[in-house]
């Protein structure tokens, strides 16, 4: 079993030794980001925010392989868009969730940050709805 050693300064000055064996370590200073790095969380942020724009919807989702069913959280300005988002992803090219799933129930989503399904929208009714 692992056991957890408290830090010491000994177990500093031994990686100290270390490094210095091994040529000493180069880290690069982590708080300069590139500005390739930047403008990449910059587009992926704002595309985020545009594929979490519009109002919550609960997605009952059935795997077509193993019939699993399980929830997803999606976003639009109706169901339609909703369902859509769902199946193009992030990328807009998630080509393996046309093949591989397919969206049972739409349910208004009443809390976000748990959820929680309300009115059914679209679909068969679920017997797991609301949760």
Same mark, same amino acid.
């Given at each position: 079993m692992f056991k957890a050693v408290p830090y010491s300064q000994d177990i500093h000055d031994q990686c100290k030794a270390l490094d210095d064996v091994k040529g000493g370590v180069n880290l690069k200073d982590s708080s300069h980001k590139s500005k390739q790095w930047v403008n990449q969380c910059r587009k992926m942020q704002a595309r985020w925010a545009v594929?979490?724009?519009?109002?919550?919807? &609960?997605?009952? &989702?059935?795997?077509?392989?193993m019939s699993h069913l399980f929830r997803v959280q999606s976003y639009g300005k109706n169901v339609y868009q909703? !369902?859509?988002?769902?199946?193009?992803?992030?990328?807009?090219?998630?080509?393996?969730?046309?093949?591989?799933?397919? &969206?049972?129930? !739409?349910y208004d989503c009443v809390n976000t940050h748990t959820g929680q399904a309300g009115k059914l929208l679209y679909g068969q009714a679920q017997s797991r709805a609301p949760w």
């Open positions: 594929h979490t724009s519009g109002k919550a919807y &609960v997605l009952y &989702v059935q795997n077509r392989t909703a !369902v859509r988002r769902y199946y193009r992803g992030l990328d807009n090219a998630s080509n393996w969730t046309w093949q591989c799933t397919k &969206v049972l129930a !739409v």
